[in-house]
């Protein structure tokens, strides 16, 4: 399975887990547990609206390792089913709830099979989410839910000066250069609205994460990989897809590594400390008379 570094792994985007539908990019098992640890651990308030102790089937589309999956097994009596396309993501899954390999677009369920049908981070980069929110639907007799980020909307505090302006231009110019929305989670809304999906409630769930003293092996590699450039360089092609020129890109990685190499200085004297929020967008939506009809109709 493809690892995606550069802005995405040292800012640690919270895109997609798997490749679901041939469009989303893919990341390492080592990855998605890092960037989703301690996900639902502070407060799981905004999952509420699922119902989850009245669910008796429920299906986790685009699983990734299972850490939602985890959450839902461990909140409600009934079965929780793992749905991925990547076999190593689906061992790791398989941890916590049985798993089935399948595309978010084509899942390999029966009409009705599920009571509850939700997928967290996946939808902001589905070129057509509307498409997987008609099969979620299909294959729910009641209620469809989406936890997605809000990309564009991440707060950096950090004890190195220049880190969360130097985050936010990567991170834009990242950003820049994807196709789908990264920015849907705070506007899911409108996709369920697309896909006939009656809105029930949206909550909103701020993922913090810290970085401070004692500091873990996976924190002093982010800052060496910062102080070298690489993850930056790595993610060069995708930058220059938007806006970004070439010699901004190099401006850019030149301060970026600046930047790290102040980071790695205020290790060493353990005075650095950063705390990342990423916002979650939890929307709960019930099947409508008109749900799922476009999937029905492509047979």
Not at 222 to 237: N, P, Q, S
Not at 239 to 253: H, I, K, N, S
Request: hydrophobic residues 40%; proline residues 5%.
């Amino acid at each position: 399975m493809g690892h995606v570094s550069g802005p995405v792994a040292e800012i640690d985007l919270l895109l997609p887990p798997s490749d679901l539908s041939g469009f989303v990019r893919e990341f390492s098992e080592d990855y998605l547990r890092r960037t989703r640890a301690g996900m639902w651990d502070d407060s799981r308030a905004a999952l509420s609206p699922l119902e989850l102790d009245s669910r008796e089937r429920i299906l986790d589309v685009g699983c990734g390792t299972g850490e939602l999956s985890r959450v839902l097994a461990a909140e409600s009596p009934g079965e929780v089913i793992g749905c991925d396309a990547d076999p190593e993501l689906l061992r790791a899954a398989g941890e916590f709830v049985p798993t089935v390999a399948g595309d978010a677009h084509r899942l390999p369920f029966p009409d009705d099979a599920f009571d509850l049908v939700v997928c967290q981070a996946l939808l902001i980069n589905l070129p057509d989410p509307a498409a997987a929110l008609d099969e979620f639907a299909r294959v729910s007799t009641d209620l469809v839910a989406a936890v997605e980020p809000n990309n564009e909307a991440v707060e950096i505090e950090s004890s190195v000066r220049a880190e969360g302006a130097l985050e936010r231009r990567a991170r834009d110019a990242y950003l820049d250069g994807i196709d789908t929305d990264v920015a849907l989670g705070a506007d899911a809304r409108e996709v369920f609205d697309d896909a006939t999906l009656d809105v029930l409630e949206t909550r909103r769930y701020d993922h913090v994460r810290t970085i401070e003293p004692p500091y873990s092996d996976g924190a002093v590699r982010a800052a060496r990989r910062k102080a070298t450039g690489a993850g930056l360089a790595d993610d060069r092609e995708t930058m220059l897809d938007g806006p970004l020129t070439a010699a901004e890109y190099d401006e850019l990685r030149s301060e970026w590594r600046s930047m790290g190499r102040d980071v790695i200085d205020q290790m060493e004297d353990r005075e650095y400390r950063r705390a990342e929020a990423v916002p979650f967008f939890v929307t709960v939506g019930r099947l409508s008379d008109g749900a799922g009809t476009r999937t029905h109709d492509q047979g």
